[in-house]
């Protein structure tokens, strides 16, 4: 069975006027809005934003038996609204929360690393410095590595798992690091 949209003859007959809707509903109302809040007075303020809201859309809200879970929605969205803008409190301290900045790494030094483990990954027989390239340097997950390899996944895995060993023994990097 469908339910009829409400028109406005019979819109008046259940509630004939937003000011007759808020005195038969208010009460209820105003118990939703203070589960939103910790205080009564917050929780009037909340419920008078959002009937003012819903006055605004008065002639817009089709089926008017639906008009608790509307002011509903709109105690939420606004209850929403004002923790998100909420004030953030500062309180002075003695000491700095924040950590001393770390000192940036110097571009050099980076570069020498990054030369170094090129350097180490070249080393490697081609089939897993292929699959380390793929894997690392071009961000492919196991499965593509496998299939742009003809491989396995598992074979994938294994010869990566064993050059990433061969990278870590590797002097030049342990020296660089």
């Not at 909340?46 to 008017?64: F, G, M, N, P, S």
């Not at 950590?99 to 080393?123: I, K, N």
């Not at 690392?136 to 990433?164: H, P």
């Amino acid at each position: 069975m469908t339910t009829p949209v409400c028109t406005s003859a019979s819109t008046a007959a259940v509630f004939p006027s937003f000011s007759s809707y808020v005195r038969a509903r208010g009460p209820v109302l105003l118990r939703a809005a203070r589960s939103l809040t910790a205080n009564p007075n917050d929780a009037e303020d909340l419920l008078q934003t959002a009937l003012t809201k819903t006055y605004v859309a008065w002639e817009r809200i089709e089926d008017h038996r639906a008009l608790d879970g509307y002011v509903r929605r709109a105690l939420l969205n606004t209850r929403t609204s004002q923790w998100r803008k909420r004030k953030v409190d500062e309180f002075p301290c003695d000491e700095m929360p924040e950590p001393d900045p770390t000192p940036a790494p110097d571009p050099a030094e980076l570069q020498g690393l990054r030369d170094a483990m090129w350097r180490a990954v070249m080393r490697l027989p081609a089939r897993q410095r292929a699959m380390v390239v793929l894997r690392y340097y071009e961000d492919l997950s196991e499965a593509q590595t496998a299939e742009v390899m003809e491989v396995s996944i598992g074979t994938v895995k294994s010869a990566v798992s064993r050059a990433l060993a061969k990278l870590r023994e590797d002097p030049e990097l342990a020296m660089a690091a």
